[in-house]
């Protein structure tokens, strides 16, 4: 585990995640209190990211339980291999006669053969999701559980007794508890509250949209070779995007692919004719791209109207 602040800022740093200290004290002390950690935000801030470098960082197996609407227990936590059970009742056929000898009446073959009930709910049959899977693992794991405001209610109330006990009721079993008590990282894109119930479990972190100076660490940490002067633009641009009415505002990951765009098309500066062909990298629907395009105009008027006047003509950036 992490020994201090410092350090979860180093290792996240080694996997190419920049994260200040306000992030790093929230990671550096749910790891240490073994609390979950319920990180919110807009989408395309790196929530998902932060579970994912988090395990790359300590050496753990990364589980990931996505959500959505209508999750149930079955495909996050378990199910009964019901085709195994079923050839194992064809194998075992042969046995019932044994089972039911000395049986004299209908009420004591039924309860000869309830006895068996153990044989067919164990563990053999019983194929864990996500969420047990991450409780019986022989090592610490992990356990992201992402977009969690997309499930139910009702799903949300159940995963109140893994991150409060971290142990899970099989009704025909008993009570399971983790080998290993998971790191839990769970992400929520505020679709909606979460309960208080289960943020009392968990220690909160919001995150959103760098500032431009960080944002433009992360581009060029990200996308070698990026010119300093493109880099500048480019997050200048996004700011000012970012403050318009948009269907689906620029993530972090967006403005990485517009930018390896841009570097790929050996474009210096955004002052380029090429660059309205590569929004369609940034933005994911029309009307945006065409907001888009008035924004960058606009952003480009400016940036003429302050350069000086050159006594040698109009200089050419259009190449």
Known sequence: MFQSV???????????????????????????LEKPLLVEGPAGVGKTELGKVLADSLG????????????????????WEYAKQ????????????????????????VAQVAKQDGVFYSDRFLLPRPLLRALLSEKRV???????????????????EILSDFQITVPEIGTLKAKHIPLVVLTSNNSREMSDALKR?????????????????????????????????????????RKLDLKKTPSISETLDWVRALTLLNIKELDNELVEQTLSTLMKYEADIRKAHQELKAFLAEKRA???????GEKDHLH
């Open 142 to 160: 992990v356990l992201l559980i992402d977009e969690v405001d997309k499930s139910d209610a009702e799903f949300e109330a159940f995963l109140l």
């Open 201 to 241: 479990r968990c220690l909160h972190l919001y995150l959103d949209f760098p500032d431009p100076e960080r944002e433009k660490e992360i581009i060029t940490l990200k996308v070698p070779g990026v010119g300093d002067k493109l880099a500048d633009e480019v997050v200048r641009v996004l700011h000012r995007l």
């Open 6 to 32: 410092d350090e979860v800022i180093a290792s996240l740093g080694k996997e190419k995640y920049l994260c200040n200290k306000n992030v790093a004290t929230v990671v550096y002390l749910g790891t240490s």
């Open 306 to 312: 302050q350069q000086p006047s050159a006594g040698g």
């Open 60 to 79: 753990l197996e990364l589980i990931r339980l996505q959500c959505y609407e209508g999750l149930d227990e079955a495909k996050a936590l378990y199910e």
């Open 86 to 109: 079923l050839l194992y009742t064809q194998i075992l056929k042969d046995k019932i006669g044994e089972i039911l000898q000395g049986a004299k009446t209908l009420q004591e073959a």
